[in-house]
């Protein structure tokens, strides 16, 4: 599948995301997660929580694991992967991760 059959969501201005910070979006009637880490790099995974079905996970704190990005969920300290969702403590508890691309400021995720 290439990137012009997928669909596009626009999200929110670049700028709208603080550096280190997740936001939720709602992805075609789906919770998402959108983490901006630094300046420039961008992540989305699911934000529903898969062990409490609470859509918090754009609130966890973000940081890294060895070489794996990841937020550790506000509820139970799960850490999923933003890259892939896996859940490093419980891989059956892991979420879709989803592509974000920059688009003339402009932050737009496609469903994986």
Avoid at 5 to 30: K, Q, S
Wanted: contains cysteine; aromatic residues 6%; glycine residues 8%.
């Amino acid at each position: 599948m290439t990137t012009d059959t997928l669909t596009w969501t626009d999200v929110c201005a670049v700028d709208d995301i603080l550096p280190n910070t997740g936001v939720c979006a709602l992805v075609e009637d789906r919770h998402v997660g959108v983490f901006r880490l630094g300046a420039d790099q961008f992540f989305a995974i699911d934000n529903v929580d898969p062990k409490s079905g609470a859509s918090v996970l754009s609130r966890g704190l973000l940081g890294s694991l060895g070489d794996r990005v990841v937020v550790a969920s506000p509820l139970y300290k799960n850490h999923f992967d933003l890259r892939t969702g896996e859940c490093l403590e419980a891989p059956e508890q892991s979420v879709r991760a989803h592509g974000v691309r920059i688009d003339s400021g402009r932050v737009r995720v496609t469903l994986a």
